[in-house]
C-alpha cells in the first residue's frame, strides 16, 4: 500500500509539473530559431578577421534571434526582372515623379551646382537616381520598406544559397561603415538586400564612392541629401560617365530592319546611313559616338540607339529597364517630352491620379488592402485580376480605363 500511495503521489506531481510546464510554454515567446543563432556566433570570428570589432559585431546583433521572413519574400520578387517594361515605366516615370524632381531641381539648386562641376555628371540624372532608388527619400520613413541590415543580410547568408557569398561581403562592409562612425550601428537600416539612404548604396560601394559633400566629417547617405546625390555622381563618374553627353535617343526603325540588328554597335553616323532618325525629328548631335540598338518592347513598341552612358547607369543596377527608366525620367525632370512612340499595352493606360483611385476603389471592395501609392505592383495586379475573375473579365491584371470606368459604376 505504502509503495502504491507513493506511486500515486509521484504521478500527481509529475502531471501537475507537466502542466505547469505547458503552461510556461504557452505564455513563453516563440523558441528562437537556433541554427541561425549558431550563424551569428560563428560569423563573428569571420567578421572580426576581416577587422570588424567585436564590440561593434556584438551590439549590431543584439536581440536578433530568428531571421526575417520579409527579405527573404520580397528576395523572391525583383521588379525589373519580372514586371513588363511599360508597367515598370509607369510605375517609375510619370507626372508625379516628374513633379517632386522638378521641385527638388530647384529647392537643392546650389548643392547641384556644386554636384555637377564636381562630378560633370547631369543634375537630372540624379535626381532620376534619388527617385527610383527611394522616392526622393520617401521610402526611409517606411517601416513597411526599411529594414534592419545586419538581420537582414543575415538572412540571406543564412537562408538564401543565391545570395549567401554576397550577403557575407556586404555584412562585413556595413559593420565596417559604423565601426568609421559615418553612422551609428542602431541606425544601420537598409531595404531587404541591405541598400543604404535616399540612393541606396549596397555597403562595398558605399565605401568605394562616399563622398561627405556637405563637409561634415562624415559621408552620410542616410540624413545628408548632397552627400547621397554626390556619391551616386561619383559613381557614375569612375565608372565612365561622359560628361555632356546623353544616355540615348528615340528612333524609328527602318521597316527592313523590324527583328534585326538588335543591340549591334555601330556610331550613329553608321546608324543614320542605314535608315535610323531620331523620333522628334531632329538631328543626331554627333555622328561619330557609338550606340547599340535596344527594342525592349519588340518591333511595335518605341526603339532607342543606347550610348555609352546609358551602360554606365547600368553599373547602378544592371538592368536595361532601370537604366532606361533613369533616363526617360531625367529627361522630363529636364523639361523635354515623352515618348515619340507609345508602348504596345493594348489598352489604355490610366493617369497617375486614376491610379490612385483604383487602388482606393479595389480597397473599398476588400480586395486590395497594400499601400494607397499609385504604383501598380505585385498587389495591385493580384487584387485587379480578383475583380476581374469575380467581374467573369479576362484576368489580366492590367490597370486600364476599362477596368476603372467599371469600378466607378459599381
Not at 523572391?76 to 531641381?105: L, T
Not at 527610383?132 to 547568408?157: C, F, H, K, W
Not at 522630363?332 to 515619340?340: D, E, F, K, S, T
Request: with cysteine.
Amino acid at each position: 500500500m505504502k509503495n502504491s500511495r507513493t506511486t500515486m503521489t509521484l504521478n500527481r506531481l509529475a502531471a501537475g509539473l507537466c502542466a505547469f510546464l505547458i503552461l510556461v510554454g504557452a505564455s513563453a515567446p516563440a523558441a528562437a530559431d537556433a541554427g541561425f543563432v549558431r550563424w551569428i556566433q560563428n560569423f563573428e570570428n569571420v567578421a572580426a578577421q576581416s577587422g570588424v570589432s567585436r564590440q561593434v559585431y556584438r551590439a549590431a546583433f543584439a536581440g536578433i534571434t530568428e531571421p526575417d521572413p520579409e527579405v527573404l519574400q520580397k528576395a523572391r520578387y525583383q521588379p525589373e526582372f519580372r514586371d513588363k517594361v511599360w508597367d515598370y515605366i509607369d510605375n517609375r516615370v510619370n507626372d508625379e515623379q516628374v513633379a517632386k524632381g522638378r521641385s527638388a531641381r530647384s529647392q537643392l539648386s546650389g548643392w547641384l551646382d556644386r554636384i555637377e562641376k564636381r562630378f560633370g555628371v547631369d543634375r537630372d540624372v540624379l535626381l532620376a537616381i534619388w527617385s527610383m532608388e527611394s522616392n526622393y527619400g520617401a521610402i526611409l520613413q517606411r517601416e513597411d520598406v526599411m529594414r534592419n541590415l545586419p538581420r537582414s543580410l543575415a538572412t540571406l547568408a543564412y537562408l538564401d544559397k543565391s545570395r549567401a557569398k554576397f550577403a557575407r561581403q556586404q555584412l562585413i562592409a556595413a559593420l565596417k561603415i559604423a565601426q568609421s562612425g559615418d553612422i551609428k550601428v542602431s541606425e544601420l537600416i537598409s531595404s531587404w538586400a541591405g541598400a543604404m539612404g535616399h540612393t541606396q548604396f549596397i555597403p562595398t560601394s558605399y565605401l568605394a564612392y562616399k563622398v561627405d559633400m556637405d563637409g561634415d566629417g562624415h559621408a552620410n547617405v542616410w540624413e545628408s541629401v548632397p552627400d547621397a546625390l554626390a556619391t551616386a555622381a561619383n559613381l557614375l563618374r569612375k565608372n565612365g560617365w561622359q560628361t555632356g553627353r546623353t544616355w540615348g535617343y528615340e528612333v524609328i526603325v527602318p521597316d527592313k530592319y523590324r527583328g534585326k540588328l538588335e543591340r549591334d554597335n555601330r556610331t550613329i553616323a553608321q546608324w543614320a546611313s542605314l535608315g535610323f532618325r531620331r523620333a522628334n525629328g531632329r538631328p543626331f548631335p554627333d555622328g561619330g559616338e557609338r550606340a547599340n540598338l535596344l527594342r525592349p518592347a519588340g518591333d511595335n513598341g518605341p526603339a532607342f540607339l543606347m550610348t555609352k552612358n546609358f551602360f554606365v547607369l547600368k553599373r547602378y543596377n544592371n538592368a536595361d529597364k532601370y537604366a532606361l527608366a533613369v533616363g526617360l525620367l531625367a529627361d522630363r525632370i529636364g523639361g523635354y517630352p515623352g515618348l515619340v512612340v507609345d508602348w504596345p499595352r493594348g489598352y489604355k493606360p490610366l493617369s497617375t491620379d486614376e491610379r490612385y483611385e483604383l487602388q482606393k476603389h479595389l480597397s473599398r471592395f476588400g480586395l486590395y488592402d497594400g499601400k494607397i501609392d499609385g504604383k501598380i505592383g505585385s498587389g495591385s495586379k493580384a487584387a485587379i485580376m480578383a475583380l476581374q475573375q469575380q467581374a467573369g473579365m479576362p484576368q489580366d491584371g492590367n490597370a486600364s480605363k476599362a477596368l476603372l470606368e467599371f469600378l466607378r459604376k459599381r
